[in-house]
Structures are given as C-alpha cells and as structure tokens.
C-alpha cells in the first residue's frame, strides 16, 4: 500500500521562504514520477511542479516558475517543494502526489497516489 506524507507547512511573510517535504511509503521517486499541487481557497486543485523519476526532467506552473523548485534527495528517497519568494497568493493546501510511472506530467488525472495536504499561509 502507498502512503505520501507530508510536512513542513505553515504560516511565512510575504517574500519568505518555506520548503515541504514529501515522503513516501510502498513506492519509490527513484522510479515513479512525484508532482506538487494545490488548492487556493474556492478553487479547484492545481498543478505546481513535477520531477520525473529520480528528479531528471522537472517542469513548473508558470506562476511558480523562478521561485519554487523541487529536490530529490536519492539517499532518504524525499522529496522537496522548496517555495522562495512568497506571496500571499501562494496561500493555499499543498499537495504531493505519485504516479504509476517514471514519466512527469502536469495533468492531475495522471496521479494514482496523493498525501494528506499541507497548509501554507502567506501573510504578514
């Protein structure tokens, strides 16, 4: 069975910084892709990031591009959303997910497997 945890959210000022983690159980990022996505209050879930499998190929929103990144660390097998420059925009669930396959892809139906959310508000 997989399980995605992840950690690390909270309350940042604007223009701070904040990095997510992802962990995952029953799958392994060193052959399945992982993305990040979120959920800004009344809206519907969006896509923010992706890696494919072992961090190779990474693609971003374009309202995130320039200051958020993800990390693969192959040694603890997690990986990381790290968000720079923050704005109240940016306040919203996070969420990492998992696909079946080692490709990355931006659509959220290409997700098999997803984490509870974290919350990250942006807000002085």
């Known amino acids: 069975q997989v399980h995605l945890v992840e950690s690390g959210g909270g309350l940042v000022q604007p223009g701070g910084s904040l990095r997510l983690s992802c962990a995952a159980s029953?799958?392994?990022?060193?052959?399945?892709?992982m993305g990040w996505f979120r959920q800004r209050p009344g809206s519907e879930r969006e896509f923010v990031g992706t890696i494919s499998a072992k961090g190779i190929a990474q693609y971003y929103a374009d309202s995130v591009k320039g200051r958020f990144a993800i990390i693969y660390d192959d040694v603890s097998d997690t990986a990381y959303l790290q968000m720079n420059s923050l704005k109240p925009e940016d306040t919203a669930v996070y969420y990492c997910?998992?696909?079946?396959?080692?490709?990355?892809?931006?659509?959220?139906?290409?997700?098999?497997?997803w984490g509870q959310g974290a919350q990250v508000t942006v807000s002085s």
């Open positions: 029953g799958l392994t990022f060193s052959t399945n892709a």
């Open positions: 997910a998992a696909r079946r396959y080692p490709s990355a892809r931006q659509d959220i139906n290409d997700y098999a497997y």
